[in-house]
């Protein structure tokens, strides 16, 4: 067992059961700790999993945080062997960090010891009473309001400036890992799970505008630009060895934001894209689903006995009374299902292709039910609108696809945009009321378009149906996502994908949308990408040609486009 070097402040111990090493200030109370250790109350369990847990104990000091980390099975033994005990690292860590003066929870004592299970290692900090993940607060869990969100991110940026002077990159960066406690003044913010770290002299620019871009990936979509301003402005400050090559320092900031920007977004693709593969594992979320020749993963809060139970024979809730048939043609079957049993309605689609060249395609792809599934869950990832999936089932016999179903949650009075946008604004009299509440629409389409394709993400088949709007809803009546079928996600550009996603929606709504509205929704789109609104003309003309192609299917032609601005 590999055990750190111990600094001045720590002593190193050893007994029958523990060997460890415990903060010089508690080494006189190293018995009364190890007592607390093995008293772990279940009641005060915080986070439990594979190979770790976290339980909070009392002591004369305070609470204490205890987090306990088994290293079992080969895998564990791999890990020891190529990267040494994960316990014994992650407290090396931690207690060079609060030497230094990092903002880390202040370490107490690492124990190990060697059990008929495994491996089991233990370490004890002070528990932060009443801290919050930064995750929690950027993505509404938590309610903030802006100028809270400015101070959030200021001490997110002094933070990042005290842990980048004490030479560490966090390889774990992700708002789960920054604890924030408000009830300090300033707000200040403390960094967690250190055992994935990298400690170095100094640090490069470009190490720690990547190491700032990474943090950033999954909360720059959520906040604006004058909140990630003010957390570079505090990370600037609190550096000391800050010498920007640059004509000023107004200059080197909008350099530096620009550059966190491109890598912040390009790390948050390559993060949500790694864990789409969640929506088809056992686990908190989703459960894996067994019924009969059926098998598939259905979502943790629809599971029961009762809907499992219906799901034995999903043809059969085709044919139920409680079902409602809305579509049923040779390549799909649409219908809606209620049961007062079920957390609310279904949308139940199921696919009847079933030619030999279907099926031979199939053997070399995810079915379409499937495709679906993990389209939807891309979607609720990113927080773009789209009905809840359910379920997915497949039937196959070994490889061979026989059958395929996918269930989502069922929007009761749904319509599509085109049908509602014709209706409602089809006509030349409009009141005040209805312009308004239609520029909002247009707005609202115009931005989960934007989170979409900025995304690299086409829908394929972005016609105005595949919006749905609640009518029953003030504007812009949540229009969401349905049908996705053909989404596919880009590694590279996709320029070609985009402007059919756009020309699809355009046919839709012609000719109710004006050349104005066309102006106002291309604006919107194109606010995060100031190079796509200089070059509209040029996009417009593509994205016009090839709607005029359909068009002049129909017998009709466009206007003349005469507005540039």
């Not at 009374?321 to 049961?339: F, G, R």
């Amino acid at each position: 067992m590999t055990f750190p070097t111990p600094p001045p402040t720590v002593h190193s111990f050893s007994n029958p059961h523990w060997r460890g090493q415990i903060h010089a200030t508690y080494a006189g109370h190293l018995d009364l700790i190890l007592q607390i250790i093995d008293r772990a109350d279940s009641t005060s369990i915080l986070i439990t999993g594979s190979g770790r847990k976290v339980w909070v104990a009392e002591s004369p000091w305070g609470s204490l945080c205890i987090k306990e980390i088994a290293s079992t099975g080969l895998r564990g033994l791999f890990r020891r062997v190529f990267q040494g005990d994960p316990g014994a690292r992650e407290w090396s860590n931690q207690v060079s960090l609060a030497s230094a003066g990092a903002p880390v929870p202040a370490p107490i004592l690492w124990a190990a010891s060697r059990t008929t299970a495994g491996r089991r290692g233990v370490i004890v900090s002070f528990f932060l009473e009443g801290a919050v993940p930064v995750s929690d607060y950027v993505d509404g869990r938590v309610p903030l309001r802006e100028g809270e969100k400015r101070e959030l991110l200021e001490a997110a940026g002094r933070a990042l400036g005290q842990l980048h002077q004490a030479g560490c990159i966090h390889q774990d960066p992700h708002g789960g890992n920054m604890l924030v406690l408000r009830s300090l003044s300033p707000v200040q913010i403390f960094f967690t799970d250190l055992k994935d770290i990298q400690l170095k002299k100094s640090l490069t620019w470009r190490e720690r505008i990547l190491n700032i871009s990474e943090f950033l990936g999954g909360l720059a979509p959520r906040l604006s630009l004058t909140v990630k301003q003010r957390g570079l402005k505090a990370y600037l400050d609190v550096v000391r060895d800050w010498q920007p090559a640059f004509r000023n320092e107004s200059e080197a900031r909008r350099s530096m934001a620009r550059a966190i920007e491109y890598y912040a977004a390009r790390d948050f693709r390559a993060r949500w894209r790694s864990r789409l593969a969640k929506c088809q594992e056992h686990g908190k979320r989703f459960h894996r689903l067994r019924t009969g020749a059926y098998q598939g993963w259905i979502r943790a809060t629809w599971d029961s006995p009762s809907f499992r139970a219906l799901l034995a024979d999903p043809n059969g809730l085709f044919q139920s009374e409680k079902a409602i048939v809305v579509k049923d043609t040779p390549t799909t079957s649409v219908a809606c299902y209620q049961n007062p049993e079920l957390p609310g309605p279904i949308f139940m689609k199921r696919y009847n292709r079933k030619s030999a060249w279907e099926r031979f395609k199939n053997l070399f792809r995810r079915s379409r039910a499937v495709r679906v599934w993990r389209s939807a869950f891309a979607l609720e990832t990113l927080g773009i609108p789209t009905p809840e999936a359910v379920c997915v089932l497949e039937k196959r016999y070994g490889p061979l696809l026989l059958e395929s179903f996918v269930f989502t949650r069922w929007v009761p009075g749904g319509i599509g945009l085109d049908d509602f946008y014709n209706e409602q604004y089809g006509h030349s009299l409009l009141s005040a009321c209805q312009r308004q509440d239609k520029k909002i629409l247009e707005n609202a389409v115009a931005r989960i378009f934007r989170d979409l394709h900025s995304n690299r993400i086409s829908h394929g088949d972005l016609k105005g149906r595949n919006i749905l709007l609640d009518p029953s809803k003030s504007a812009p009546f949540a229009p969401c996502f349905v049908d996705l079928d053909a989404m596919c996600l880009h590694p590279i550009r996709f320029r070609r994908s985009r402007i059919n996603d756009l020309s699809r929606l355009l046919f839709s709504l012609f000719p109710t949308a004006g050349v104005k509205d066309q102006i106002r929704f291309f604006k919107v789109y194109a606010f995060r990408e100031p190079c796509l609104w200089k070059q509209r003309k040029k996009w417009w003309q593509a994205i016009r040609k090839r709607t005029s192609r359909k068009l002049r299917e129909k017998g009709y032609s466009f206007p003349p486009l005469t507005h540039s601005r």
